[in-house]
């Protein structure tokens, strides 16, 4: 395989950028393109947009005021003039202009026109000293993603050498690239390089040129090619056939207060079906907050412990953990099974005495990243569990499954994550497309929807009073603290300020209060005394983001709401409604507001459905924080659009379906062009 021919310092840089391999430098492409094909007079130049001029140099001055800037004064051919302004600049440029100047070797000059104080003039243009009359370049000139110390032109230079030396071969089907108008790949990198002269410059900076759309398309088939080879790798592996009876899943079913919603049911044989496949599960439940994934999950424990396996369920935070770890306990210690609990807080004496109970009889092991430590050794791990999995690092995910399995075999568990944080369609298709997507669709039922209500934090006093009402008619309330991303400091100073300013305005009131910083017990303490009623009115940090669940509170408010994230306020909200008192989630906000805060505060008036939310949140906000943590470390998708290029992300699945049956080489020779050493950390 070609390498990059260059010095180790420059080597180490490239490599910075990616750019290890011919391969890497060929699917380079530029970022925009600048037309230097032409040059305009100063006096037909239109004002505000790229444009190449040359001048000649008639006057360099260093000046001092209002700051230090060297300043010239340029002249072209009709006798137009233009000053240059430098704000930064080296001693040496001063001398090449007085150079330019003494010469008379003219300047191309390549930036945009702007009014100045004496007319027009350029600010920090690139410039070149040319010959009279040196030719233009016939093409567009492409200017590429760079770090600093590698230069446009060496880029230029480096990535021409690749386009001689790679390996450019077709690897798609002939007729395959003629029925979905797909241009060839060499053909493709070519033009996009090096675009001819005359070539489109908007489709090619809207990237909607077919040359575009063709890489568009192999960087999608390459993302789809080995998500799903690791599935099927994965499936290779084998796992325990979680197979019973269905007994313990029917007794605790039995003991439910409540009917499973058909949604419920219907993931649950899902699940179950899956559990009795030689073969690993990695299915994704989807539901939107208080759709009742917990149970979901408790009924697929029930089977892995019928089978004899054990099982283990993780939560991101030890509030989440320890209220499933209450609830789970409730609902199967009853039936006999063993339930034990692992979190980071325990003493030492407690966690060896747990880490002991998970090496041997627990059936189920509830916890949280304290499951995933080295000194946790499963007895008989069959069932991975994780609960908002979004929260959790790809590592982390992994180091769970890696507990389990069977080392003689090879085998490894059934996994089941779980999230509330809906997955827009076109990232599970790309990202997410390895695995297997349950949706709990229907909320379970005599729920009330939430009525949101967004309040200027100039009518606080209305929001106590409504409080105050709440706590009167027997109900409890949420009260979210302004969030403070910057400083952890900062953000527990304004709990303590919020949960004591509160405390007086709601005199006579209980006023409690959690946050990050709390020790453990002390947390765990709160929150029971508030599920059992005792606390009025519970003063948070997002703390209680996830999962907390307390049927009563019918009040949430978030102040500062302009400062949250879309995902967090649909979470937060999603902490009341959950009994059958009518629930309202008052949304406190500080002007002047920021477009994007505006545009956020006014999706989560306007929709209650998650999907819908956070399909507008990715709109807003672009696909990155959606896979969050999942792809840390891995260039999301360079040149496809997950929203614009829906049909392309299709094509790209069946046609890598095809291709991993039909022509495995093709498969090999397109991932390592596209992904070369990089497809490890694809893998989840
Ligand atoms: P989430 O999907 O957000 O994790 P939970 O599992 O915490 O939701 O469930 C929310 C609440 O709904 C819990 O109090 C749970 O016991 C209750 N619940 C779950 N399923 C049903 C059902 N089918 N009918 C009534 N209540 C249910
Ligand atoms: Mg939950």
Redesign the pocket.
Known sequence: MPGIAATPALAEKLAKLGLVRADDLVLHLPLRYEDETALVAIAAAPWGEPVQIEAMVADVAVQFRPRRQLVARVCDAAGDELTLRFLNFYGSQTKQLESARDSGRPLRLFGEIKQGFFGPEMVHPRYRVVDAAAPLPEALTPVYPTTAGVSQAALRKLIAAALAAADLGEILDAAFCARHALTPFADAVGFLHAPPPGAPLGALQSREHPAWRRIKFDELLAQQLSLRRAFLARRERGAPVLAASGELGRQLRARLP????GA?QRVVAEIERDLAQPFPMQRLLQ?????????VAALAACRAIEAGWQAAFMAPTEILAEQHYL?LKAWLEPLGVRVAWLAGSLKAAAKRAMQMEAASEAQLVVGTHALIQDAVDFAKLGLAIV?EQHRFGVQQRLALRKKGGDAASGAIPHQLM?S?TPIPRTLAMSYYADLDVSV?DEL???RTPVKTKLISDARRDAVIAGVRAAVAEGRQAYWVCPLIEESEKLQLQTALDTHALLAEELAGLTVGLVHGRLKADEKARTMAAFAAGEIDVLVATTVIEV?V?V?NASLMVIEHAERFGLSQLHQLR?RVG?GAHESVCALLYAGPLSATARARLKIIFEHTDGFEIARQDLHLRGPGEFIGSRQSGVPLLRYADLELDTALIELARTEAERLLCDNPAAVERHLARWLGSREELLKV
């Open positions: 409540f009917a499973l919603t419920q539901g939107d907050v208080g759709s009742g994934k917990t149970v609830k609960d779980m509330a709990l379970p039922p005599g999962g669940d049927p999603g959950r």
